[in-house]
């Protein structure tokens, strides 16, 4: 395997309060180099000290972060829904029921269209510095339109949710307990194989908590793990569902009873914020503030999808995430990486540490900072994903 020393970094992000100095979770290093073999971080430290490679990148004094990590998407669909967008920014609220003209399109679309579609999304959002991407299905709504989705998405990651549960499929408008049947039953056993997740949207106007405990449930015993779309648009079970059963994430989070918090304070929960969204839909801000002050994991994803939230840079998310939602730049950034890595349950990705996949952004300015200060601006210029450079 060859190896890379990227050095004369101004800042390198590692993520490893033993990495770096002072008593920030960013564990950054001044001066740093970090050395990738194969897949892998192998080294972190000084600049004066790295060892020697087959190659070495100079950062010229720019900044190097892990990559983002993406926690929550949903890339398998078709169309778009400007006409909806037009109309929410002329004064129409948000409500789930828009998901049905996504689920049309998805519907009619090819394989090939499908794919298409997601592989331009995952394309961008890694020009972007995204190196890990989770993506449902949830626009099909029927078995072989949801298994399809699924199939497309675990050819381009390992990280598919399974998301049946997304709204009731128009054709069981008047019978959502025989929705539920189909998602928990014979769409369930289609998609399994395909996914490591299961998801369901708790809201009115999806799926009521008694109805996302079952979807959650059965998935559990196919061996899904669950996350769960709580509290967006309403207070509602679905946080506290979330923590019932152990769900690795509780998506959203916006509105939040004092219960709410605290039980996401007490449990290996992560809530994962998606300002993207309440951008799009001018809805209330979550309160990042108020979460991060008790004591929860917060994760920061952009929620990509055509109707809410139609974007996949997660530095637009950080921004955000700072002005609006009460974030520090450390914490957004920490969020948008570790956070999102907390939110898959994985320790490989969103840390530079050894052992951990070679996954790197190196951004055009000297600190992480600037991806808060100066909103808009493309700031990644090199992008590392398992040890390849492919930005």
Known sequence: MSSTAIVNIATLVTNDPSLG????????????????????????????????????????????????????????????????????????PYSAGG?????????????????????????????????????KSGYGL????EARALRLAARHTDEVTYLGAHIPAPEYADDPAGYVDLVTGRMLDACAPHARWIDVFCERGAFDGDQARAVLTAGRAK????????????????????VELDAASADHCTHLTDADVDALAHSRTVATLLPGAEFSTRAAWPDARRLLDAG??????????????????????I????????????EALWSATAGGAAAL???????????????LALLDAPSHVHLAYRPGVP???GVWRRGVRVL
Not at 142 to 145: G, I, P, V
Not at 301 to 306: I, Y
């Open 296 to 317: 929860v994991t917060v994760a920061l994803s952009t929620d990509c999808n055509p109707g809410s939230s139609f974007t996949s840079s997660v530095p637009f998310c």
């Open 21 to 92: 100095r002072g008593f920030s979770p960013l564990g950054p290093v001044r001066d740093a180099a970090v050395v990738m073999e194969g897949d892998r971080i192998v080294w972190t430290g000084e600049s004066s000290k790295a060892p020697a490679t087959d190659n070495r990148v100079d950062a010229e004094g720019r900044a190097v972060i892990p990559g983002f990590v993406d926690s929550h998407s949903h890339l398998v669909f078709a169309g778009d829904r400007t006409d909806e967008f037009n109309a929410r920014m002329s004064g129409h």
């Open 345 to 359: 349950r994985r320790t490989d990705i969103g840390r530079v540490t050894p052992g951990a996949f070679a996954d």
């Open 99 to 135: 998901i049905r003209t996504t689920v049309a399109a998805t519907r009619a679309a090819s394989d090939a269209e499908l794919e298409a579609n997601l592989t331009r999304f995952l394309t961008e959002a890694l020009r972007q510095g995204t190196t890990t991407v989770e993506t």
């Open 379 to 381: 700031l990644v210029t």
């Open 223 to 242: 061996g899904l793990h669950a996350r769960i779309h709580a509290n967006q648009l309403s207070h509602g079970p679905g946080v506290r569902l979330a």
């Open 142 to 145: 029927t078995t072989e339109d």
């Open 319 to 330: 921004a955000l995430a700072v002005r609006d939602m009460g974030m520090t730049p450390d």
